[in-house]
């Protein structure tokens, strides 16, 4: 089993940048994707982006592409979101979430998940 803590969550204005950090522990040297996900209030948790095992690899959702960022730090088992120019509708909370296997968008496809980051970002 995994086990995934994120941390890096906050309030901020809008305009400002976050970065989420995704630490895993237990069984981490089975290769893994990793993602983030992000759930609004009455939503559906919705899928953000994706990594792969060595971090070679990365997809982000279009509707925050050109804003948002996935990496992996192999070495520590940490896998960062980087957050730059937050809107209000980015507000949600964040979901570290990993797989064995390929990476996959949907949140069904994965096996291990964090207790999840609150970020909201005023107007």
């Known amino acids: 089993q995994v086990q995934l803590v994120e941390s890096g969550g906050g309030l901020v204005q809008a305009g400002a940048s976050l970065r989420l950090s995704c630490a895993a522990s237990g069984r981490t040297s089975r290769p893994y994707s990793s993602a983030w996900f992000r759930q609004e209030s009455g939503r559906e948790r919705e899928f953000v982006a994706f990594i792969n095992w060595s971090g070679t690899t990365t997809y982000v959702a279009d509707t925050v592409r050109d804003r948002f960022t996935i990496s992996k730090n192999i070495a520590e088992n940490t896998v960062d979101l980087q957050m730059d120019s937050l809107k209000p509708e980015d507000t949600a909370v964040y979901y570290c979430?990993?797989?064995?296997?390929?990476?996959?968008?949907?949140?069904?496809?994965?096996?291990?998940w964090g207790q999840g980051a609150q970020v909201t970002v005023s107007s």
């Open positions: 979430a990993v797989r064995y296997g390929t990476m996959e968008t949907s949140k069904v496809a994965y096996d291990y």
